[in-house]
């Protein structure tokens, strides 16, 4: 397939931020601007906590997907690196805790599933039910850990702000771009800047304490820890993980250039592993293994966290679209090749990894913070192009016959 011309427009691109908020309409606007009125109305009489220099309980807010959660680990890391001693909890969702799993970096993990971010399969009704559930649960926990100072690394609507005030948490720091910004005591506006998502949390940490700021250098990946075997034992090396889902269904390859990449790449492959979760990405990973040389598949489905962080650490490489899969394999270093559309800025959503190699076919309209019924950005990236690009990165070949 050849890629569309590079001036060709599918959408019309929206702007990355409205008025200072990370939202795609006027409408989103507007919604906001009046909650901004009520949230002034409610703030007043507030009065900021002092900040203290060496706090003893921290609660880090970011309740959104896994990805975000794993994007966020560099903020924790340098918060468990400034205050060793310090209790620190993390406020996010049922999946994002998920990416949690491997990590030894926080104290104990509170869930709350907004019903606005909640991918489930279940009614809004249920979702919104869920939510209460949730909210009171957690507003029980907060009032019995009397944390100091939240953080809310979630730059988007929905923000924590609202449920942090409520908690009654006298220092409340976080991005003003989700709205809601007069319910926080340290209000940070978020600003376009020429580096990763996961750098972001450094400018919260500096309003907060801006003594690190000097001391305090570039946030560094965290490496999940890695425990024993198990029943997710390592395939024999080299191996190259395949993961062809994406959080969002318009962010995927066709099945039909991963069938045409597999048949290009046939001959020279390693073993490579093809990974997924759920009916639909089992069954499309069952029909990519069959379509490999004998011998040279393996399939790793619907598995744990922790074993899905297993094999990633010991993979030659990883071949992905848009998802926690990139980001996984950037705690990592691994060399990876990612398809990512261009609905958001690569630099900024892309993985925090000088080993990646992100493939999007060339259009006019990105980034357009939308998608479109085309998605020409990611379905116009050719099968040769993605094996270029892992001959590139991943030097890896087929083990030579017995």
């Known amino acids: 397939m050849t890629a569309p011309p590079a001036a060709t427009v599918y ?5 990355l931020m409205r008025h200072g908020y990370l939202v795609r309409s006027n409408k989103a606007v507007a919604f906001l601007w009046t909650a901004e009125l009520l949230s002034r109305l409610l703030a007043v009489g507030d009065r900021a906590g ?3 220099a060496r706090p003893q309980r921290i609660l880090l807010a970011n309740w959104a997907h896994i990805g975000d959660v794993l ?3 560099p903020t924790l890391g340098a918060l468990r ?5 310090a209790v620190i909890d993390v406020l996010t969702s049922r999946a994002g805790g998920i990416a949690l799993e491997s990590c030894r970096l926080h104290d104990a993990v509170h869930t709350v599933d907004h019903f606005l971010l909640n991918r489930s399969a279940a009614s809004r009704a249920a979702r919104l039910h869920t939510y209460l559930d949730d909210r009171r649960r957690f507003l029980r926990a907060a009032a019995a850990a009397r944390y100091e100072v939240a953080i809310d690394l979630y730059p988007y609507f929905p923000p924590a702000a609202p449920l942090l005030r409520q908690a009654g948490i006298a220092v409340r720091c976080g991005f003003t771009s989700g709205g809601f910004g007069p319910l926080l005591t340290h209000p940070v506006a978020w600003r376009p800047q020429d580096k990763p998502i996961g750098q972001y949390g450094r400018d919260l940490i500096v309003a907060l304490w801006p003594a690190l700021g000097p001391a305090l250098p570039p946030l560094l990946r965290y490496r999940p820890a890695i425990g024993g075997a198990a029943d997710g034992a390592r395939p024999p090396a080299p191996y190259v993980v395949i993961h062809t889902g994406s959080g969002a269904a318009y962010r995927e390859w066709p099945e039909q250039h991963w ?4 048949a290009l790449w046939r001959e020279e492959a390693p073993l490579l592993v093809f990974c997924g979760t759920g009916p639909a990405e089992g069954a499309r990973a069952r029909r990519l293994a069959a379509g490999t040389a004998a011998g040279r598949a393996m399939l ?5 966290w922790a074993d899905f962080t297993r094999l990633m650490a010991g993979a030659a490489g990883v071949v992905c679209l848009e998802s926690a899969a990139a980001h996984l394999a950037a705690t990592f270093a691994l060399p990876t090749v990612a398809i990512y559309s261009g609905t958001n800025g690569h630099r900024l959503w892309g993985p925090d990894n000088p080993g990646a190699r992100l493939l999007s076919a060339p259009t006019g309209c990105a980034p357009c913070h939308r998608g479109c019924a085309a998605m020409a950005c990611v379905r116009g990236v050719t099968p040769a192009e993605v094996l270029d690009a892992i001959r590139a990165v991943m030097p890896v070949a087929a083990p030579a016959a017995g």
Request: no cysteine; aromatic share 8%; glycine share 4%.
């Open 300 to 304: 790793f489905l619907d598995r744990s």
């Open 259 to 262: 069938h045409d990449l597999i």
């Open 50 to 52: 002092a900040v203290p």
């Open 11 to 15: 959408a019309p691109p929206r702007p």
């Open 81 to 85: 690196a400034a205050f060793p001693d």
């Open 71 to 73: 994007t966020g680990l």
